[in-house]
Each structure stands twice: as C-alpha cells, then as structure tokens.
C-alpha cells in the first residue's frame, strides 16, 4: 500500500513545489512597478496619459468619495441631526418624527448626489479609461522597442515540431480576424466575470474562491494587451495562460489585495489607478522567459493545464454559434 502511493506522493510534492515556485515567481513580477517608471521616461506620451489616468480616478474619483465621507455627510448630520441631543430644544425630539424627517430628507440628499455625480462620473471614468488603458499599453509597447510577435512556449515540448501554425493573413482579412477574437474575448472574459462574481456567494470558500479568480482575471486583463500588439493568437494565449497558471495567479494578486478589502466604488478608483501601472509592469515583463527559464531547469517537466477558462469559451462558442459566420472566423483565429 505505502511502495504503490510513494510515488505519487513524489509527484504530487514535486508539482506543489513548482506551483509555488511560479506563483512567487508572478507576484515578483508584478511588484517590479520601477519598470512604469522606466518606461514613462522613455515616453513622453505615455508619462501624459499616465498622469491623466491618475488625475482623472485619482485626484477627482477617489477625491470626491473622500470629499464626501470628510465633509459633505458629517455637513448633512450637523444640518439634518439624527439624535435628539443634537437638538437645542427638546421639544422638536417629543415625537421623533422630526428625526424620521431629517434621515428622509438626508437619504435623497445623499442618493441625489450620487444619481447627478458619482455615476455619472463612474460611467464617464469608465469609458475615458478604456480608451487610455490602450492608449497606455500602446506607448508602453513601443516604449520597449519590441518588434516582432513574442513567442509564446507550448504546454508540450512536443507541439513545436507537430503543431505548425499558420501566419496570420495580412489586408482584409487579417482585419476580420483581428475583430473576431475581440468579440470572442469580450464574450470570454464577460462569462468569467459571471463566474468571479457567482463565487462569492458560495458559503464558507467562496471569498477565497474569487479571490483566486480576480487574481488570474485581472492577469489575463494585464497581459492581453500585450499579446494583442505582439499578435499572438487567441489558442496559443490561453494554453500558454491555462498552463502556467500559478504564475498569472502570482501576478494578478497584488491587484486583488489592493481593492479586496474596500467599498465597490472605492475599489473601483483604486484598481483604476493601479490597473494602467500593471498592464505596464506585464508589458515590461520577462514572463515568458522566466517560465521557459523554469521549466528547462524542471526539464521541461511542467504542471498540468488547468481549464480555467473551460465554462467562459464553452458558453462564448455557444453564444458565437447562433452567428455561424462570426464562428467560424473565431475557430480560424485560433488555429493561428
């Protein structure tokens, strides 16, 4: 019984070993923030759109959220008080009405400023960042002075020689492709969503849960702009992602520590800040060559694939299936 369990035991050791050595290996990664500096100073136009990213989620974001808990509700509890001994005249407290009619009157207070300013905000904050986390990624991209598409080292040594894929067609039809597997990664990364946000409502794991999956979302966030400038194909990424994926989840950690532990809308401003400086760290990053550098002295030896994202491309392929056209160009992409 203990010779025919000895040797799993082995493996077993010896993968938990590799798993923890990649998941220190990406959380180093991704504190190596000097790189953000390094690359703004080789880039004028990025160390501007930084800086307005941070201007925008940072100084009027986060500082309104600031404004309001420092000034703007202890204002409306000194105006509109809650407790009787707030009141000069204890008569105006008999009924008790009055406090009912001060904590209406603060409740639409709050909820209109938060209808005429923070959502609107939040949305416009939203989309002006989108807009600039390419903007960012863009500059940063060509701040490294990368030319050529970055190779990305298969989950089996063996698929080098058996797997030859095709180059990507240039002109109009690489174009189409190109819009494809942007449809097909919004559809893929709006189920994971689903799934991150489903995981916090399992009882007594689920914060652990989605604290594993945040990590490797915003991972996979930070590295897919990279790979989008480097062309790398939709199948390639996501093999190369499943299959190291102590790794991503290493790397995509600090982001999750920063925001975990906060409000909604402050988590937001927070991770707002921070997301452009990660996607510029991945940007900057060797992972690539720190994994390939691991698994030549594993011996090529390295963990198994994990199908983290199996439920979110099962459920994209069924979406991209009612539009056989837009299916078909997908399952092309990934054969590139």
């Known amino acids: ?15 938990s070993k590799q798993a923890l050595l990649l998941w220190l290996e990406g959380f180093r990664e991704a504190c190596c923030l000097h790189r953000v500096v390094v690359l703004c100073l080789r880039s004028k136009k990025l160390l501007i759109r930084t800086g307005q990213c941070f201007l925008l989620n940072g100084f009027i974001f986060l500082g309104s959220i600031f404004v309001l808990k420092s000034f703007v509700l202890p204002t409306l509890l000194w105006i509109l008080p809650d407790q009787c001994s707030q009141f000069s005249s204890q008569e105006l407290c008999s009924g008790r009405s ?6 209406f009157f603060r409740l639409g207070l709050i909820q209109l400023l938060y209808v005429f300013w923070f959502y609107p905000l939040y949305t416009f904050s939203l989309i002006l960042s989108t807009i600039w986390y390419n903007d960012i990624a863009k500059y940063g991209f060509a701040a490294m002075g990368i030319s050529g598409h970055t190779v990305l080292e298969p989950s089996k040594q063996n698929e080098t020689s058996q797997n030859i894929k095709p180059e990507r067609p240039t002109g109009l039809g690489g174009v189409v492709i190109g819009i494809s597997e942007q449809v097909y990664s919004m559809l893929l990364l709006t189920f994971f969503f689903i799934e991150v946000y489903a995981t916090g409502f399992i009882p007594y794991i689920g914060k652990a849960v989605n604290f594993l999956l945040l990590s490797w979302m915003y991972a996979y966030y930070c590295f897919e702009y990279k790979w989008n400038f480097s062309e790398v194909g939709l199948d390639k990424r996501l093999d190369f992602f499943e299959s190291n994926w102590p790794f991503f989840a290493g790397f995509g950690s600090p982001c999750v520590l920063a925001i975990f532990f906060f409000s909604p809308l402050v988590s937001y401003g927070v991770m707002a800040i921070l997301f452009p400086l990660f996607v510029l760290t991945a940007t900057g990053s060797g992972a690539e060559d720190v994994i390939s550098a691991k698994r030549r002295k594993w011996k090529g030896a390295g963990l198994w694939r994990l199908p983290i994202f199996y439920v979110a491309d099962t459920l994209s392929m069924k979406v991209l299936s009612f539009l056989p056209f837009e299916s078909q160009l997908v399952q092309d992409s990934k054969a590139l």
């Open 1 to 15: 019984m203990d010779t025919s369990t000895e040797p799993l035991t082995k493996v077993l050791r010896a993968k």
């Open 98 to 103: 009055i406090l009912q009619l001060y904590s």
